[in-house]
């Protein structure tokens, strides 16, 4: 076990170009924070992993990496409590920063930072353990179950460039209306092969956004369509809602912020609710399921603590009849060969996986993932199957390092005060 042993830990932040992609928060700032892990062992493996970049997650990981050394990658069972052993208490987000604008994900906490960054180091562990031993990291999970994994098309109205001239520049265009939605989604099908589409809400008044859902239901009749306004709207106006677009959605996710709103919402309409904001650790699922305020839970490795807590997640849903899909935040390749290999090992995988992939031009991976007819291939390769472009890493690295400090930390509300002055992220309801 001693080449199993780790030797280093290796934590790279990088800045990654992101487009002016609009939430009910703000716009997305030019560049977005990603951590990448390396964990080196004794015998001259390096395994991969992935999560948020931010300051607050990388104070947390730089004593857990120093931690790390010493132990073996197979000892994952060990991880949450060394986490919580080395990493501290970080204050909690209150008042203007109770939403964690990173992910929309409800109410920030220190267990959920902490978990977010327990993430990329199981990955990476699993990872280092895969390639060691020839393994892919399926097999690690207790093999797949599918050989290929479906993703949709995530859509979000957006402005054709950043405000001031910053971040990079792409050829996607503005998408501010019904028919700007449609051409988006249109390029996604054409380009990927997609046919399920789900729609960023929460930045128009609902009427717009109705109208938009309305679009894309004619123009691809008989796809999968989702609506997320991230918690954006009342009770009245999510039922509203939820009654008009009835016969189009496959979910509503998030319409209302907190559990006791969404309960509301559940019993007032037979339309299943989703959420990725009131259920995103385990301490949050016995109130949402035993008032029936969800139907379907995305799960999201960086949320949960990794792959493994992924499918015990996963079996709580399975056990209690809710659905489960799979959540996407601003991620690289390496994140999502972790999310595919998770995915693929899941026989209650009821929905096509989200994805912002296909919006990042930018990667660390010496070759980008590919979509296939809307799926990614489940790979047999030992680990995630995918390697370090170590030139591209130190180029991304060495942005975040010239940076001022501006993009170290995502705050969408700030890059919309570049264009709107004064812009205060909208309290909820905000409709």
């Known amino acids: 076990m001693d080449r199993l042993a780790i030797a280093e830990v290796r934590l790279t932040p990088v800045l990654v170009a992101d487009p002016p992609l609009l939430n009910t928060q703000g716009v997305h700032q030019p560049y977005t924070p990603r951590l990448i892990v390396e964990v080196v062992t004794r015998g001259g493996v390096t395994g991969l992993g992935e999560t948020y970049g931010d300051t607050a997650y990388l104070d947390l990981a730089r004593p857990l990496a120093d931690a790390l ?55 990476a562990c699993l990872d280092a353990w895969g390639r060691a031993t020839g393994l892919p990291v399926h097999a690690l999970l207790g093999g797949k179950v599918r050989d290929r994994v479906a993703y949709g098309a995530y859509l979000f109205y957006r402005w054709q460039a950043h405000p001031a001239g910053r971040g990079e520049s792409d050829d996607w265009g503005a998408a501010l209306d019904p028919s700007g939605i449609v051409a988006q989604a249109r390029r996604f099908a054409d380009r990927y092969g997609f046919t399920s589409f789900k729609l960023k809400g929460g930045v128009f008044p609902p009427a717009q956004e109705i109208a938009a859902i309305r679009a894309l239901a004619a123009a691809f009749p008989g796809r999968t369509l989702r609506l997320d306004p991230n918690g954006a709207w009342s009770v009245p106006t999510s039922l509203q809602v939820a009654h008009e677009l009835r016969d189009v959605l496959e979910y509503l996710e998030d319409p209302a912020s907190g559990t006791a709103r969404m309960a509301e919402v559940a019993a007032g309409t037979p339309l299943p609710l989703a959420t990725n904001m009131c259920v995103t650790t385990f301490e949050e699922i016995p109130e949402a399921f035993a008032r029936g305020a969800v139907q379907v839970v995305l799960c999201d490795h960086h949320y949960w603590g990794g792959l493994r807590a992924t ?57 980008r993932l590919a979509f296939r007819d809307g799926r990614l291939d489940v790979g047999d390769a030992p680990g995630l199957g995918v390697d370090l472009d170590r030139d591209r890493l130190a180029a991304l690295h060495r942005r975040w390092r010239e940076d001022d400090g501006t993009y170290r930390s995502r705050d969408d509300a700030a890059a919309m005060r570049v264009a709107e002055p004064g812009w205060v992220a909208p309290a909820v309801p905000r409709w």
Not at 315 to 323: D, E, H, L, S
């Open 69 to 123: 050394v010493g132990r073996t990658v197979t000892d994952l069972n060990a991880l949450p409590a060394l986490a919580a052993r080395v990493c501290g208490d970080p204050p909690a987000a209150t008042g203007a920063d109770a939403v964690d604008a990173g992910g929309l994900r409800g109410v920030r906490t220190a267990d959920k930072l902490r978990l977010s960054v327990l993430s990329g180091f199981e990955v």
């Open 311 to 367: 499918r015990e997640l996963a079996a709580v849903c399975r056990t209690f009849g809710i659905g489960l899909a799979m959540h996407s935040n601003t991620h690289l390749g390496i994140s999502l060969a972790a999310m595919t290999h998770v995915a693929a090992t899941v026989p209650h995988l009821d929905h096509a996986c989200d994805t912002h992939y296909p919006w990042q031009t930018e990667d660390v991976l010496t070759e």
